[in-house]
């Protein structure tokens, strides 16, 4: 029994543990010259660095969908179909300008880590590393890390209306 539970215990002390979501500057979210972007009115107060959603159930009176919070572990498949990362910031009510693929997206993000894969978050609108997905995730991948300050982003969810 006793080298059951010290197994055990090796195992746990054993686990990875995960990272954080990253953690964007707002005023740092360039995008590149090959950056593809729209605009869309906003549904929730939105901050640029966070990835979004375009909510086809809440439009704005000339009917394009409102742009919200995007979530890895939404019941709705709609929250889970990012759009796109924000490079404005907004309220509701008001537009937001967003990027649905640029090769050399530029972010100022506290733990952005060279040849590393992330997803979108179960944090609404956040980035996390892939290592971090967990049980009741929806996987999707959105970016790629080039450098410690440069990602290779391509919204999984761009056929959902996002303009060219």
């Known amino acids: 029994m006793k080298h059951i539970l010290a197994l ?24 590149s010259s090959s950056a593809r972007i729209a605009e869309a009115p906003c549904g929730a107060t939105i901050t640029a ?26 019941a709705t498949a709609a929250v889970r179909s990012v759009a796109g990362i924000a490079i404005s910031s907004a309220s509701a ?14 972010i100022a993000a506290s733990g ?7 997803v979108l978050s ?3 609108g956040g980035i996390a ?3 971090d997905v967990a049980s009741g995730w929806y996987l999707s ?3 790629v890390a080039k450098s410690g300050t440069t990602i290779f ?6 056929a959902s209306g996002a303009a060219s």
């Not at 660095?49 to 939404?74: E, F, M, P, R």
């Not at 009510?93 to 530029?106: F, H, K, M, N, T």
């Open 49 to 74: 660095g966070q990835l979004i959603y375009l909510d086809s159930t809440d439009v704005d009176a000339n009917g394009s969908s409102k742009v919200k919070l995007a979530d890895a572990n939404s």
């Open 129 to 131: 590393p892939a290592a």
């Open 153 to 158: 982003f391509s919204a999984p969810g761009l």
């Open 141 to 143: 991948v959105i970016a």
């Open 122 to 124: 179960a944090t609404a």
């Open 8 to 31: 055990t215990l090796l195992a746990l002390v054993a686990l990875p543990l995960h990272a954080t979501d990253l953690s964007i500057t707002a005023s740092v979210v360039v995008p």
């Open 93 to 106: 009510g008001q537009r937001i300008s967003y990027v649905y693929y640029d090769p050399a997206l530029v």
């Open 112 to 118: 952005l880590t060279a040849n590393t894969i992330y």
